[in-house]
């Protein structure tokens, strides 16, 4: 069965970078695109971008162009997103979904606090 | 940006009930290729959203045929009928006609 999992939750200082996982299995990696979404509390979805597994190309929304950065690993069926220049604003719970967003990661929230 | 409307904000319903939620966009959602990319999602809480409807209409697999997706163009709507205790939650209706995706606001179904 497919499986999306995410690495654990993050808590970052003002102005650091933050590198989450999404690790996949139960089908071949390099057929599906992995999208990113972003959930503030309480507050709706975002979404980030998407990479190619297979080719590693991206298309992020402009947003979290200079924000986000995706890429993985096909070696260990690994997708990543690191967050950069991290603010109060960055707080929040990020999904990991496989293309067409019927699979999702159980999420990794990500708090950023002095 | 296109923007979701959804309307309700929230939705209070009696179990066994049907429930209607509605998601208006700014722009035809209807792509190039003849396809139109409106997805109804439910987040219950503490959980990931799942996929309920795909393309409109289209209910992904084990979803109940309780919840049925109509519309077209720039308006949509998704109908629960004979509410169930597990239908609780924030529906999400997103588009990924145009480039960036978006999600509505969000529309809370919640016991009257």
């Known amino acids: 069965q497919v499986n999306l999992l995410q690495s654990g939750a993050a808590l970052v200082k003002p102005g650091a970078s933050v590198k989450l996982s999404c690790k996949a299995s139960?089908?071949?990696?390099?057929?599906?695109?992995i999208h990113w979404v972003k959930q503030s509390h309480g507050k709706s979805l975002e979404w980030i971008g998407y990479i190619n597994p297979n080719s590693g190309y991206t298309n992020y929304n402009e947003k979290f162009k200079s924000k986000a950065t995706l890429t993985v690993d096909k070696s260990t069926n690994t997708a990543y997103m690191e967050l950069s220049r991290l603010t109060s604003e960055d707080s929040a719970t990020y999904y990991c979904t496989r293309d067409s967003f019927a699979y999702w990661g159980q999420g990794t929230l990500v708090t950023v606090s002095s | 940006d296109v923007v979701l409307t959804q309307t309700p904000v929230a939705q209070p319903v009696t179990l066994g009930d049907q429930a209607s939620i509605s998601c208006r966009s700014s722009?035809?959602?209807?792509?190039?290729?003849?396809?139109?990319?409106l997805e109804w999602y439910l987040q219950k809480p503490g959980q990931s959203p799942q996929l309920l409807i795909y393309k409109v209409s289209n209910r992904f697999s084990g979803v109940p045929d309780r919840f049925i997706g109509s519309g077209s163009g720039s308006d949509f709507t998704l109908k629960i009928s004979r509410v169930e205790p597990e239908d609780l939650g924030v529906y999400y209706c997103?588009?990924?006609?145009?480039?960036?995706?978006?999600f509505g606001s969000g529309t809370k179904l919640e016991i009257k």
């Open positions: 722009q035809s959602l209807v792509h190039s290729n003849g396809n139109t990319y």
């Open positions: 139960g089908y071949t990696f390099t057929d599906y695109y």
């Open positions: 997103f588009q990924a006609t145009h480039d960036p995706f978006t």
